[in-house]
């Protein structure tokens, strides 16, 4: 079982950039596939990015598309999310997820295959 523990979060103002960092423990982070989630206030939780097992393509929601960027690095266990040009509905609590299927790299990241997930990270944008 791999843990989660997201950080970066904080309050910016809109065009600001802001990068978000999910930790992992566990050996096996590296065999997985991890995504980026968010949810607003009164809002179901939403897909915003993901990246697959060896770093290759990685996709991302078109209302952050040309934004965001994910990355990892296995060799620390970690994943992140730089997200620039932010704007007020940015705003939500961001979660990373682990993906489950073991060396995914298709694209498929619908939210029920995701098995792991952080406690959130708050990224408020004012206008």
């Known amino acids: 079982q791999v843990q989660l523990v997201e950080s970066g979060g904080g309050l910016v103002q809109a065009g600001d950039s802001l990068r978000l960092s999910c930790a992992a423990s566990?050996?096996?982070?590296?065999?997985?596939?991890m995504g980026w989630f968010r949810q607003a206030p009164g809002k179901e939780r939403e897909f915003v990015g993901a990246i697959p097992w060896n770093g290759g393509r990685t996709y991302y929601a078109d209302s952050v598309k040309g934004r965001f960027t994910i990355s990892r690095d296995n060799t620390k266990n970690t994943m992140d999310l730089q997200m620039n040009s932010l704007k007020p509905e940015d705003t939500a609590v961001y979660y990373c997820?682990?993906?489950?299927?073991?060396?995914?790299?298709?694209?498929?990241?619908?939210?029920?295959?995701?098995?792991?997930w952080g406690q959130g990270t708050q990224v408020t944008v004012s206008s």
């Open positions: 997820a682990v993906r489950s299927g073991i060396y995914y790299s298709g694209s498929d990241y619908r939210q029920a295959y995701f098995t792991s």
């Open positions: 566990g050996r096996t982070f590296s065999r997985y596939a």
